[in-house]
């Protein structure tokens, strides 16, 4: 089995430019609406208001190349490998975000404060473990 | 950018097949150990014993045509949408899974209690959240 993905949605968000993005979810992230695919929105039919939801994101703007950088945009830090950091920047830049579904409208769902660019594809959706 | 995931490593465990693994990380499963491949080990430098981590790995034995699925093997219950499981089979089968670092040895690490097949390819390791 080949390990490419398929996007299963993308991202709507106010967030269009990396610098307008704060560095964590609790940073006053706005709300995003998640759009999926007409071909995957039965897997969406159990996903209702209130329900915990994991993204799994391509951050499709990320540098695939880094294997050590500094955190937290503090550039006068010792380098940490990268698996150590949540940088985006890194071999396989998938974000993994937790958020609360404020609504479902089809296959539209509007989740809560996400630090996600406008236009990131969707690669999956998971319940957070109870 | 061509959303192809490479391989960082693969995860060496004693569950041999499907039918070896607990469903749930918390229902007695093996410890496992991490091979990080060379060229990818500068980023586990910063990886110590007692470290909380999120592992990706890529469930290469899943089925990706999966939309609906039962829960934890219960054929008899309504199907959910995939996306309100945590179903190995969907279309980007890409497994989290959390665990403690039991010892880091050069390019190995031995984690705790993981629900993972052996020879799965990693796609990436990630710290806890605090």
């Keep these: 089995m080949e390990p490419v993905l398929g996007f299963i949605g993308k991202v709507h968000s106010e967030l269009k430019r990396k610098q307008d993005c704060p560095l964590q979810e609790n940073e006053e992230a706005p709300a995003a609406r998640l759009e999926i695919f007409s071909e995957y929105s039965a897997g969406i039919k159990d996903i209702k208001k209130g329900s915990q939801i994991l993204l799994l994101t391509w951050l499709h703007k990320a540098d695939r190349t880094v294997i ?63």
């Design 68 to 130: 050590e950088c500094v955190m937290r945009n503090n550039f006068t830090s010792p380098k940490l490998g990268v698996f150590s950091t949540r940088s985006p920047d890194r071999p396989n830049p998938i974000g993994i975000h937790s958020a609360t579904v404020l609504s479902v409208d089809d296959r539209f769902i509007e989740a809560s404060a996400l630090v996600v660019l406008d236009e990131t594809p969707l690669i999956d959706l998971k319940p957070v473990r109870n």
